[in-house]
């Protein structure tokens, strides 16, 4: 039970509560000096140089500096909320846990994702819990600012000065202006939002929600509750998925807000490290990359690389000319797949076959020499005639670099040491490397995926199952940037192929030579510089040491190689091959069939947390129905919850989108919103001659509307351009492009870059070019519309299209009022 504080002066609950958080800022500002001295003592550490010290002491590093961002992190509302309880308990509810420092037991706050906690966000006048009382604390910094009280008990005395209300927080939080960044919702989760978070985290948890149901939210805040709650995911992260860089960049405060740096977040073209995809490609393109079978076009792809020849395979060695059969080629190349090994692993199986066999056919040929010098050293009477005849033959099997015979008498021992000598090097032969080069070449995803690109034989042969229109358009040049879509299909390939790890340790010998020759520089100049600065022989001065005296260049060179303070992140980020203990899809109904392939290559467990609205899928790759989508990676075994009330969107404005939704999915029911402001929406047609000069009109009415709050302009896709131009007359801060900054107050967006985003106004331009435009754009109609908190206006030209229709008529007027 917590001790009430000491009463302020003026005896008010408001006074109460300060010196309360007061008390918890002061353990708080304690625990991060101790940290902060614990971490600069263990950075002074030298240790006993062994690799096992340096591992201890970078952990102890990484676990340091994780805290103390844990406490950065829980500056700003610290403590949020109390619970009274039937029993005399008092529990201050937070975003971390501090305990009583005299006990080291007794909690004095408690964190939100605690068992303790939960009461908070889930107790009624029906089921309590015990809580007669729940009181949500306003703060603005390190000063409460208002103090709200829910009575959930009858018989609970109300304090005289604090204000009774069921939902001040959350009506607070609505009401608030949007700022280009998604925040958290810890102090304000719902009942609903709160069970879900909670949900265990083994498994496929599929969450259903309509527009403002809090489903990214819930989602980032599920991440922070599963790192809590089960620690050793931190050792191996939680991946966050999301469509787009765009909302990559919404949602990337909310979880170091909440104290987590074990989560990486990426959008889907940017999973494949090494790779950031931004082209753009039609509907149609990257539906036909998204489809499951491109996983067996891919295969087909790489078998063809693997000594599938029609004819025989001619290589000439020294001076002889020697001929491999097709049909045993290919009988090796079959053994090389029987290993189960990738493509680039398998390799060496395939190449020493094919060495050992050629070594066997030239030792064959070495051999008939020796035969017939035996003959000659028998029947010869003339050694010159003899020596002739041996170098003849040496050179007809070596070439230039037969070995001198002088004597016939030592041309069988001479043999037989370039016979050893030759065939160690045989492997290291140019023409025998072009050879194997040719049969079974070390392939990159990258260059698999290009080559297969840019020939239409080839992809006609591994992909006979596409009809000729849709192979056309997988066609592109050598050298064209990557889309999303690609993205899985060079993860895709990576699997296939298997990893080169010669060629990386190569790769890692020759950075470590760079660094070396750096760390020598810097030895050098040490020692230059000491020279220069006159030493007992030229000034009497007293010799100083310098890194030279200490240490070599190759300890040098690994201490830099040493001081990797990366978190887990940043490590998982740059390792195609990192397995994340938790993955998380937000709009999850977008992705397609490979890049779900992806994503379990990445979760081995299969642990993931799924959510999205399938009335909202843009992409044509994207799927309808989450059991179309999930089935094929995860059969049965996933489980669904549904959000079912509108946080964000007023009625006003989803009274618009609902006739939308009933076009898409007739099936899916409307989510229940009771939030209000008042502003009705409105549409308007502007003839098209004069629609530029309206939209900027409207755009700069808007833009004041909201004052410090966020307008988007929201349009077709193939006239953002045109659109952005527009509005910065009237608008000149706007932004707009493949990543428009949003936290400017005025951006223009296509449909699929506004998923998962919230503005407190929305223009949509032209629906009906939407509707043209793709086959999913009732669904980008019903994204745009579903994006406004506040206010929202349609602007078009031509016919409403009859979705719209029953959106309030607003007239055309040539001039509106500035003010």
Same mark, same amino acid.
């Given at each position: ?151 959930? +008990? ?37 009942? =609903? ?19 403002? $149901? ?93 000594? =599938? ?10 001076? !002889? ?41 030239? %030792? ?14 028998? +029947? ?6 003899? +020596? ?20 016939? %008498? ?9 016979? *050893? ?43 006979? *199952? ?50 070396? !020759? ?30 030279? +005296? ?133 549409? !308007? ?53 493949? !990543? ?5 107050? $005025? ?10 985003? =919230? ?15 793709? %086959? ?44």
């Amino acid at each position: 039970m917590t001790a009430d504080p000491p009463m302020q002066p003026d005896g008010s609950e408001l006074g109460r509560e300060q010196a309360y958080v007061d008390l918890l800022y002061a353990q708080v500002d304690g625990r991060r000096e101790e940290l902060s001295r614990q971490l600069v003592e263990t950075l002074a550490q030298g240790g006993d140089g062994t690799a096992q010290a340096r591992v201890e002491r970078q952990t102890a590093v990484n676990r340091l500096n994780g805290q103390l961002a844990a406490l950065d992190a829980a500056e700003n509302q610290l403590c949020f909320g109390r619970l009274d309880l039937s029993d005399g308990e008092r529990r201050y509810i937070g975003r971390l846990g501090v305990r009583d420092p005299r006990t080291d037991e007794d909690p004095l706050l408690i964190d939100w994702r605690a068992p303790a906690a939960r009461p908070f966000y889930t107790a009624t006048s029906a089921v309590s819990y015990g809580v007669l009382r729940r009181r949500h604390l306003h703060t603005r910094g390190r000063r409460v600012t208002r103090v709200d009280d829910e009575l959930l +008990d009858a018989g609970t005395p109300a304090a005289g000065d604090v204000e009774l209300t069921g939902e001040a927080a959350l009506l607070a939080a609505l009401s608030s202006e949007r700022t280009g960044r998604m925040g958290d919702i810890v102090a304000t989760l719902q009942a =609903e939002q709160d069970r879900i978070i909670r949900s265990p985290h083994s498994g496929v948890l599929v969450v259903q929600g309509g527009p403002g $149901t809090g489903k990214t939210v819930v989602a980032l805040h599920r991440a922070a509750y599963l790192l809590y709650t089960a620690p050793r995911l931190n050792a191996r992260g939680v991946l966050v998925v999301g469509p787009s860089p765009v909302f990559r960049g919404y949602i990337s405060q909310v979880l170091p807000g909440l104290g987590e740096t074990s989560v990486l977040l990426r959008a889907v073209g940017e999973l494949y490290p090494g790779v950031t995809a931004t082209a753009v490609e039609s509907d149609a393109a990257a539906e036909v990359k998204g489809r499951l079978s491109m996983a067996r076009v891919l295969a087909a792809a790489v078998r063809a690389r693997q000594a =599938e020849m029609s004819a025989p395979i001619r290589v000439r060695l020294g001076g !002889e000319l020697l001929t491999l059969d097709h049909r045993w080629l290919r009988e090796v190349a079959e053994d090389a797949r029987r290993t189960l090994l990738a493509h680039n692993l398998a390799r060496p199986v395939f190449c020493q076959a094919v060495i050992a066999e050629l070594a066997r056919r030239l %030792a064959k040929v070495i051999a008939d020499i020796e035969e017939r010098f035996e003959e000659d050293l028998s +029947d010869r009477i003339d050694s010159a005639e003899l +020596d002739r005849a041996v170098a003849q033959d040496l050179v007809g099997v070596f070439g230039a670099e037969a070995p001198h015979v002088d004597l016939a %008498a030592q041309a069988l021992n001479e043999l037989a040491d370039a016979e *050893q000598h030759w065939l160690a090097e045989l492997p290291a032969d140019p023409g025998v490397r072009r050879l194997l080069e040719r049969l079974w070449p070390v392939l990159t995803p990258e260059r698999l995926l290009e080559d297969l690109y840019a020939d239409g034989e080839a992809l006609a042969a591994a992909a006979p *199952q596409l009809r000729p229109e849709e192979r056309a358009l997988l066609l592109r040049v050598p050298g064209s940037p990557w889309t999303p879509a690609d993205v899985p299909l060079l993860d895709e390939a990576a699997e296939l192929l298997g990893f080169d790890h010669g060629a990386l340790m190569d790769r890692l010998a020759e950075e470590h030579a760079e660094e070396v !020759e750096y760390a020598q520089g810097v030895i050098d100049i040490g020692r230059g510089s000491r020279s220069g600065e006159g030493g007992n022989e030229s000034g009497g001065e007293e010799e100083r040491l310098t890194a030279a +005296d200490l240490v070599d260049a190759r300890r040098l060179a690994a201490g830099y190689r040493e001081a990797d303070h990366s978190t887990v992140a940043e490590r998982a980020a740059t390792d195609r091959s990192w397995a994340f203990g938790h993955v998380i899809v937000d709009e999850a109904q977008e992705l397609s069939a490979m890049a779900w392939r992806l994503l379990v290559r990445r979760c081995p467990s299969r642990s993931f947390t799924v959510v999205g609205d399938v009335a909202q899928t843009g992409e044509a790759a994207g799927s309808v129905s989450w059991r179309d989508a999930l089935q094929p990676h995860f059969g049965d075994r996933w489980r669904l919850e549904r959000l079912t009330v509108n946080y964000r969107t007023p009625a006003e404005i989803m009274s618009a989108a609902d006739p939308v939704l009933a076009a898409i999915h007739p099936e899916l029911a409307a989510v229940r919103t009771e939030l209000r402001h008042g502003a009705r929406p409105w549409r !308007e047609r502007v003839p098209r001659h004069a629609r530029a000069a309206r939209l900027a009109e409207l755009a700069g009415r808007e833009a004041r509307a909201v004052g410090d709050g966020r307008l988007a302009v929201i349009g077709p896709a193939a006239d953002v351009e045109r659109l952005a131009a527009v509005v910065r007359e009237a608008v000149p801060e706007v932004s707009w492009g493949p !990543e428009p900054d949003l936290e400017r107050r $005025t951006v223009v967006l296509t449909a699929r870059q506004a998923k998962g985003l =919230e503005f407190d106004s929305v223009l949509l331009v032209d629906p009906q070019a939407m509707l043209d435009a793709s %086959a999913r754009g009732l669904n980008d109609v019903y994204v745009a519309l579903t994006r406004a908190t506040r206010r929202l206006g349609v602007v078009y030209s031509g016919e409403i299209p009859s979705v719209l229709a029953e959106i309030p008529v607003r007239e055309y007027e040539s001039v509106i009022d500035p003010g």
